[in-house]
């Protein structure tokens, strides 16, 4: 019987080793870029695995067998392997995104910036508090849901919606039945860009900031939408805010990255080129620590308030056992960090993500966006072209919403 055990102990070692290396490669098929969500999982299966393999073999004398020494030495490199991707996104490492803290804060911006002055009013705590502070003027509160399509907790979603206040919502998987609870929030979000569809990648971004410019983008397929918006602050600053959802790679459909890598390789690219406060936001079906989630991070130069953090995984909400960091914001190097933190549980397989944040553009010259690494834009290329010759991949398409511009 031990010698079953053991020998089924190499076999499951063999597929963890396995699995951990598909990463490795930028083919998009499902299965291998699947491989890379659950590093955590595979860290604690390994170790409990190794745990009780090698319990068992030093309680039989079999410790000194060259089986017990290959476990071991396989656990400490699968721990270091995937260490090495998620403790950046862990508090045992620096924060990306500078905090924003009254207090402290304010002094070390004036010493940068002798324009700059910044009150220390106490901040509102409420979505409808009138005439906000000069420092709260500038501030920029998001919430991003993946509300589940089939999730019919309505008065659930928006307990929490109107209980968090933030000042912009971005939701993923707007249906018709979405689309009239969300226009049911007008009295709270007046400025309302929704589009619904039947195929769980509807999409909404709701303001009670107004919404200069917007317009709903199809990046790469013509049944996946995006929100691009110009949203102004109280204090007349606009910042661009874009929400996204890309089509994840799952075996269910038989999908696989192609759609999503490219997505984000073509606003990686173009919000390089854009000098203005940005947020970008959504359920990207993709892990913080992934290939394709740091390629769209160095090729647009924007931050992930996560790193230095945790993971606030978002899915799935139902199974703490295997959760993974799916829905993300990412902003530019303009602002600092009052809060990020994951919602109750809504109802969907997503739990909400909100993140507060103070837009002070003298902390450009505080953030370090990651650095491109030299074969990048190769790699972003190769993606763009395996979109276009198995997807089709055409210009985009753009639909005008009503009562508000297209962006530039």
């Not at 226009?183 to 509807?202: C, H, I, R, S, T």
């Not at 103070?358 to 072209?385: F, G, I, N, S, W």
Request: aromatic share 10%.
């Amino acid at each position: 019987m031990l010698a079953i055990f053991n020998y089924a102990i190499y076999v499951l070692f063999a597929v963890l080793v396995t699995g951990s290396l598909l990463p490795i490669s930028s083919h998009p098929h499902w299965f291998i870029r699947g491989w890379d969500y659950p590093r955590v999982q595979i860290l604690v299966l390994t170790w409990i695995a190794a745990g009780v393999f090698m319990a068992t073999n030093v309680t039989a004398g079999l410790s000194a067998r060259w089986g017990f020494y290959c476990i071991v030495g396989l656990s400490i490199i699968l721990t270091l392997w995937h260490l090495i991707r998620i403790i950046p996104y862990t508090p045992l490492t620096s924060p990306q995104v500078k905090s924003w803290d009254s207090a402290n804060s304010v002094s070390e911006i004036n010493s940068m910036s002798e324009t700059k002055s910044v009150s220390e009013t106490k901040s509102p705590t409420s979505a409808e508090d009138p005439e906000p502070s000069a420092e709260d003027s500038k501030r920029l509160r998001v919430m991003i849901s993946n509300v589940q399509e089939e999730n019919d907790q309505f008065d659930t979603w928006r307990d929490v919606v109107l209980d968090v206040g933030a000042d912009v919502v971005i939701v993923a998987e707007v249906d018709d039945r979405w689309a009239k609870v969300i226009d049911g929030l007008k009295d709270v979000y007046p400025e309302q860009v929704v589009q619904p569809q039947d195929n769980w990648y509807g999409i909404a971004l709701i303001s009670r900031y107004p919404v200069v410019e917007a317009e709903i983008r199809f990046l790469v397929q013509e049944d996946i939408p995006s929100i691009d918006a110009l949203v102004e602050l109280p204090n007349g600053d606009q910042v661009r805010i874009i929400g996204v959802h890309p089509r994840p790679p799952e075996p269910i459909r038989d999908n696989d990255a192609t759609a999503r890598d490219a997505e984000l390789v073509l606003w990686g690219k173009e919000l390089a080129d854009d000098d203005r406060p940005i947020v970008i936001g959504g359920d990207l079906n993709d892990v913080a620590w992934s290939q394709s989630t740091r390629l769209f991070l160095r090729l647009s130069g924007l931050l992930d308030p996560r790193r230095g953090r945790g993971f606030f995984n978002s899915f799935h909400a139902d199974r703490f056992w295997m959760r993974f960091p799916l829905d993300h914001v990412f902003h530019s190097t303009h602002f600092a960090l009052r809060e990020l933190r994951r919602l109750p549980h809504v109802g969907s397989d997503h739990f909400p993500i909100y993140i507060d944040l103070q837009l002070e553009r003298v902390m450009k010259d505080l953030h370090e966006p990651l650095e491109q690494q030299v074969d990048d834009q190769e790699e972003a290329e190769e993606r763009l072209d395996r979109a276009e010759e198995e997807l089709g991949l055409e210009a985009e398409t753009v639909d005008e919403v009503d009562g508000h511009p297209a962006t530039p």
